[in-house]
C-alpha cells in the first residue's frame, strides 16, 4: 500500500519563527535570535498560520500576543524543536570530530547497572574514543547490529569473544530486611513468604525463583505475592526501596552490595549455561581488543581472558 504524502506540512523555518517569536515576546527579537528581517519573521508566521487554518497571534495595540491555540501549538512544538535541534547539534559534533567513535550496546541491567556508572573510567582508560552507549533488551534493535561492542545476556554459544557466566542470589534492602528479622545467612524458608521481585517469567533467558531454588536445592512453594517487572534496574529499583527479595545478578549489583545499599541473602547459585558474552564486530582491532580488556579488568578477571566455561 503506497503512503499518502503529507498534505500543508509548515515549513521548518515558519516553525522555528514561531517559536522564537512566542518565546521572545517580539517579531523584532525572534528576527535578531535569526539573524533575518522582521518582515521575514512576520511573512513566515502569516504562512503557518495558513498552513494550520488559525491564528496563532492577536496583532493590535503595537504588539502580538498568542492566541490560545498559539500558545497551545507552542507548547507541543517547542519540545519536539528542541530534541531536533540537539540531535543536529550532535550529529554537527560527531562529524567534526577527529577520534573514532565506539558504539557499545548492552542490556538494560548491564548498561543501567554496571557499564553506566564506570563509563567515565573507560573514558579515562580510552581517551582517543568517544563512546556512546545503547541499552535495549531487543535482539532486532539496530543498534546491536551495527554495535562495535556488544553485551548481551543470554544462553552460551560458541564463537563469542568473552563469556561471563551467571551468578545469582537474593537481595534485598537493608531496612527490608531489618524490618522482618532477616539476616544474610538467614534460609529461604524464612523469607520464602515474603514480597519476592522478579523480571518477567515469560522471558526464558532470566532465572527465576522455582530454578533458583532448584539449583540452590530448596524447596519451592508459590509465594503468596510475587510482583514482575519489565527490565532488571526496576527490579534492582524496587529491592533498594524496600519493596521486596530480588534475585541479583552478579556482578551488576556488587557496587549495590558494597555501597550497603543491598544485602545478599541465601546461597550462590553458578549457571554456566548461561551469562554475559562479550561480542565485537571486529576482533582483530585493537582499540576495541583494548576495550575488552578493560571489561576483563573491571570484571575481576584476567586481562585477554580466553573464552570461560
Known amino acids: ?9 509548515p515549513t521548518l523555518k515558519a516553525l522555528v519563527a514561531f517559536e522564537a517569536t512566542l518565546r521572545l515576546g517580539s517579531l523584532s527579537a525572534a528576527a535578531r535570535a535569526l539573524s533575518t528581517t522582521q518582515p521575514a519573521i512576520s511573512q513566515r508566521i502569516r504562512g503557518l498560520e495558513e498552513a494550520v487554518g488559525q491564528v496563532l497571534f492577536e496583532r493590535g495595540g503595537g504588539g502580538l500576543r498568542p ?17 531536533i535541534e540537539g540531535s543536529i547539534a550532535a550529529l554537527r559534533s560527531r562529524a567534526a570530530s577527529t577520534r573514532p567513535r565506539v558504539l557499545m550496546a548492552a542490556d538494560f541491567g548491564f548498561a543501567h547497572l554496571w557499564l553506566l556508572p564506570r563509563l567515565a573510567r573507560l ?3 580510552v581517551e582517543e574514543a568517544e563512546f556512546e552507549v545503547v541499552a535495549t533488551d531487543r535482539r532486532d534493535e ?5 554495535a562495535d561492542i556488544g553485551i548481551r545476556f543470554d544462553e552460551r554459544v ?3 569473544d568473552r563469556f561471563y557466566p551467571e551468578r545469582v542470589f537474593p537481595v534485598c534492602s537493608p531496612a527490608f530486611a531489618e524490618r522482618h528479622g532477616l539476616s ?3 534460609p529461604p524458608s524464612a523469607w520464602s513468604t515474603l514480597p519476592l521481585l522478579h523480571m518477567d517469567r515469560r522471558n526464558p533467558r532470566w532465572m527465576d525463583w522455582r530454578h ?4 540452590a536445592g530448596h524447596a519451592y512453594a508459590e509465594p503468596g505475592r510475587l510482583f514482575a517487572y519489565n527490565n532488571y534496574p526496576l527490579v534492582i529499583g524496587a ?9 541479583g545478578w552478579s556482578p551488576l549489583v556488587d557496587d549495590l552490595l558494597r555501597a550497603g545499599r543491598l544485602m545478599a541473602l541465601g546461597p550462590t547459585v553458578t549457571r554456566g549455561s548461561h551469562g554475559y558474552a562479550v561480542e565485537t564486530r571486529h576482533a582483530d582491532n585493537t582499540l576495541l581488543r583494548r576495550i575488552v580488556d578493560w571489561l576483563d579488568t573491571e570484571l575481576g578477571l584476567p586481562s585477554s581472558a580466553p573464552d570461560r566455561p
Not at 67 to 83: H, M
Not at 212 to 215: A, F, K, P, V
Not at 239 to 247: F, H, M, P
Request: aromatic share 6%; no cysteine.
Open 1 to 9: 500500500m503506497t503512503e499518502r504524502p503529507r498534505e500543508g506540512l
Open 67 to 83: 492566541t490560545r491555540e498559539g500558545r497551545r501549538f507552542y507548547d507541543e512544538i517547542a519540545p519536539a524543536l528542541k530534541t
Open 123 to 125: 573514558e579515562a582508560v
Open 142 to 146: 539496530p543498534a546491536v547490529r551495527i
Open 158 to 160: 560458541p564463537g563469542v
Open 184 to 186: 544474610a545467612d538467614a
Open 212 to 215: 533458583w531454588s532448584l539449583l
Open 239 to 247: 529491592a533498594e526501596a524496600g519493596q521486596g527479595i530480588a534475585l
